[in-house]
């Protein structure tokens, strides 16, 4: 199941509680080759996908996101502290792993977000004329940026949002985990406001 519309548990209580989604959250979908590889979130592990797709023919280009410094990193910084930020481990690892300097692409974005990660994408896509895009995000955030992606490009675009395969969320499970409930509960308000449900 890649996602569910309809939860039926039990309270601490034990009276049952049922949650309805207007919006199913997760998404995984089949591969195909495309234009560009979207690395949404700038972590490891969404960087050694995006390599892998590369190695294996699916698209020729990595399109990265590097927002300005957060306080921590430029506090690391004045005090002269070498600690690589997200978005440097992300570069450090498509090298490790072959991915060339010439396939990496990087856009500057105003804040680490998924919402502004996918308007960036969006802008690089029309710019350069992409019309088929892989993008890598946090498995909560699959169904969120493929259909915003799918509506901003257009119906001819090919839109393939996958998650890294050790992204820690449970789409079959997420109730049991305090953690990933309250990101559900943060991610379903967004996906309606976005979507205008």
Do not use: C
């Not at 569910?4 to 034990?14: Q, S, T, V, W, Y």
């Not at 997760?26 to 050694?48: H, I, M, N, R």
């Not at 570069?91 to 500057?108: D, F, K, N, Q, Y």
Request: proline share 8%; charged share 20%; glycine share 4%.
């Amino acid at each position: 199941m890649a996602g569910l519309d309809r939860f039926d548990g039990e309270r601490a209580d034990g009276r049952p509680v049922s949650i309805v989604h207007r919006v199913q959250l997760f998404v995984g979908q089949s591969l195909a080759p495309a234009d560009l590889v979207a690395v949404l979130e700038d972590d490891v592990t969404a960087a050694a996908v995006a390599a892998t797709l590369l190695a294996e023919g699916y698209a020729p280009r990595i399109l990265l996101f590097k927002p300005p410094p957060s306080p921590s990193e430029e506090m690391l910084e004045r005090l002269r502290i070498p600690v690589p930020n997200h978005h440097a481990l992300a570069m450090l690892v498509l090298h490790r792993l072959g991915v060339t300097s010439e396939a990496i692409l990087v856009e500057p974005v105003t804040e680490a977000s998924t919402s502004v990660a996918v308007e960036a994408t969006v802008r690089y896509s029309r710019t350069h004329g992409i019309t088929r895009v892989i993008a890598i995000t946090h498995r909560s955030h699959t169904r969120r940026t493929a259909l915003l992606l799918r509506r901003a490009l257009g119906p001819s675009a090919v839109v393939i949002v996958r998650a890294p395969p050790d992204d820690p969320f449970q789409p079959e499970g997420w109730w049991r985990n305090r953690r990933q409930s309250r990101e559900v509960a943060q991610t379903t308000p967004l996906v309606s406001a976005q979507l205008e449900i």
